[in-house]
């Protein structure tokens, strides 16, 4: 089923969420599909199936000022708008024509990747005091962070594609990686210590970088020749490395080749 806010050109209408619970899990809501059409959630919660602001045809505005919404699909073409102030938007997909400002930078506000794909063409800001969380592909023509990025689904990955300047903080947490597919400007935090940080296209580091820290060396190592041409090998595991030790050789102490695993 399907939900229409204003549906003719020559009309006008807004839901507006400012207490209880907005249901409608399998039903895509057109806000704005001819005319011009607003959704607004100030306080409770909603949870809709998908989420059309049109492009072109209409006007239509997702205003978020507090409360919770949850969306299986966010789309904004160009006539839409999303106004995120405050409240937790939590989304599996996201396709937005128009820039997208995450937060006032006053009051709180979380924009939570619940996996998918999350297309930003004309640019993703998440303010001071706001947050992007959870794990799924970010693309946007730029990302520009004043707040926190929280890489916190375990083992899961946050993807970050797009270049990037990091004003504030971005932490992996949980064994979660986060992936910077694109150019990065660091004059904030990047804290890859309780997960993971993969760069690909280089760092320009003004700030504080934490490295995932290497493994603790086993212990008790013993090397014992036991013939003029082998060398028998014993140590104690430690069991915080589970994915256990490769032995490497070399004859100049500069280039290793491994040898077993």
């Given at each position: 089923?399907?939900?229409?806010?204003?549906?003719?050109?020559?009309?006008?209408?807004?839901?507006?969420?400012?207490?209880?619970?907005?249901?409608?899990?399998?039903?895509?809501?057109?806000?704005?599909?001819?005319?011009?059409?607003?959704?607004?959630?100030?306080?409770?919660?909603?949870?809709?199936?998908?989420?059309?602001?049109?492009?072109?045809?209409?006007?239509?505005?997702?205003?978020?000022?507090?409360?919770?919404?949850?969306?299986?699909?966010?789309?904004?073409?160009?006539?839409?708008?999303?106004?995120?102030?405050?409240?937790?938007?939590?989304?599996?997909?996201?396709?937005?024509?128009?820039?997208?400002?995450?937060?006032?930078?006053?009051?709180?506000?979380?924009?939570?990747?619940?996996?998918?794909?999350?297309?930003?063409?004309?640019?993703?800001?998440?303010?001071?005091?706001?947050?992007?969380?959870?794990?799924?592909?970010?693309?946007?023509?730029?990302?520009?962070?004043?707040?926190?990025?929280?890489?916190?689904?375990?083992?899961?990955?946050?993807?970050l594609n797009g270049p990037l300047v990091?004003?504030?903080?971005?932490?992996?947490?949980?064994?979660?990686?986060?992936?910077?597919?694109?150019?990065?400007?660091?004059?904030?935090?990047?804290?890859?210590?309780?997960?993971?940080?993969?760069?690909?296209?280089?760092?320009?580091?003004?700030?504080?970088?934490?490295?995932?820290?290497?493994?603790?060396?086993?212990?008790?190592?013993?090397?014992?020749a036991v013939l003029p041409f082998e060398?028998?090998?014993?140590?104690?595991?430690?069991?915080?490395?589970?994915?256990?030790?490769?032995?490497?050789?070399?004859?100049?102490?500069?280039?290793?080749?491994?040898?077993?695993?």
């Open positions: 089923s399907s939900v229409y806010v204003g549906y003719n050109a020559a009309s006008t209408g807004t839901i507006w969420v400012s207490g209880g619970q907005l249901l409608a899990t399998n039903s895509a809501a057109y806000i704005g599909y001819s005319g011009v059409g607003g959704l607004i959630i100030s306080n409770g919660s909603a949870q809709v199936g998908s989420i059309y602001l049109p492009d072109g045809g209409g006007a239509g505005t997702l205003t978020m000022a507090g409360g919770t919404l949850t969306v299986g699909l966010l789309s904004c073409g160009t006539s839409g708008l999303v106004n995120f102030i405050s409240g937790t938007l939590h989304t599996s997909g996201s396709s937005l024509s128009t820039p997208l400002v995450v937060g006032d930078g006053v009051r709180p506000a979380t924009l939570d990747l619940v996996g998918g794909t999350h297309s930003f063409l004309a640019g993703l800001t998440v303010s001071s005091n706001a947050f992007l969380t959870g794990c799924g592909i970010v693309s946007a023509s730029s990302i520009v962070n004043y707040g926190s990025f929280l890489a916190n689904c375990n083992s899961g990955t946050q993807t990091n004003n504030g903080v971005i932490t992996a947490t949980n064994g979660a990686v986060v992936y910077f597919a694109g150019s990065v400007v660091n004059n904030g935090l990047i804290d890859g210590s309780a997960g993971g940080l993969f760069f690909t296209n280089g760092v320009v580091n003004n700030g504080t970088i934490r490295p995932v820290p290497p493994p603790m060396a086993p212990t008790n190592l013993q090397a014992t060398i028998d090998l014993t140590w104690s595991a430690d069991p915080a490395n589970p994915a256990g030790y490769a032995i490497e050789r070399s004859t100049n102490s500069l280039n290793f080749v491994q040898i077993a695993a």
